[in-house]
């Protein structure tokens, strides 16, 4: 990377939800964009905690404990090994902060799995 | 952390420079909110790689090599032990993300360095 990375420029390259594009990396972390809508399924990540920054939209993590609401400007981490559930119910825009090699599903698979590791 | 991290509420609690306080901890690093107005000194972190993200303002990352300009809703990773000297001629708000324990004159130390780990 030699120059900055532009989140708008960045999110307009792509439409789909719930598929995260990685943007930039910081020693062993991927910094990725990624556009939420509708609801996504439970899970966790076992082995690490997850950062979500909203940048437009909004969105509610769901917890089975209670739910957390984010809009732009506000993040949220979720704890490694918390069970949380994403929904948005107009499209959001969002950076996601974790560990190369995490997979956006974490322990529950199914078809919402994004491919890895897909750099814009 | 059970609810979510405003930047700007946060912003509001603190009015000093180059003194970078940490808002949130993701595994075993730290998101760190910072105004920055001015010049700093040449610096590098031998150890990691160092994440700016532009919130408001503009801000210049000058390298021994060239500069990268950020403005808000644009990142950029400075590399482990490349020097940088940030400059703002105007007050810029910014995140920072890099290893808990990571000084802010990195190498070079000096009167801007800022206490660690001071949590808002």
């Given at each position: 990377m030699t120059s900055a990375v532009n989140f708008k420029d960045k999110l307009?390259?792509?439409?789909?939800?719930?598929?995260?594009?990685?943007?930039?990396?910081?020693n062993d972390y991927?910094?990725?964009?990624?556009?939420?809508?509708?609801?996504?399924?439970?899970?966790?990540?076992?082995?690490?905690?997850?950062?979500?920054?909203?940048?437009?939209?909004?969105?509610?993590?769901?917890?089975?404990?209670?739910?957390?609401?984010?809009?732009?400007?506000?993040?949220?981490?979720?704890p490694k090994g918390v069970e949380h559930k994403p929904f948005a119910e107009h499209e959001c825009h969002?950076?996601?902060?974790?560990p190369v090699g995490v997979v956006n599903t974490g322990d529950a698979g199914g078809e919402l799995t994004a491919p890895l590791d897909v750099w814009i």
């Open positions: 307009a390259l792509f439409a789909e939800h719930w598929s995260p594009k990685v943007v930039a990396k910081m991927h910094f990725k964009l990624v556009k939420f809508q509708g609801e996504f399924v439970w899970h966790n990540h076992p082995d690490t905690d997850e950062t979500f920054i909203v940048l437009e939209g909004e969105m509610t993590i769901h917890l089975r404990d209670g739910e957390v609401k984010l809009g732009p400007g506000e993040m949220y981490v979720v969002a950076m996601l902060v974790e």
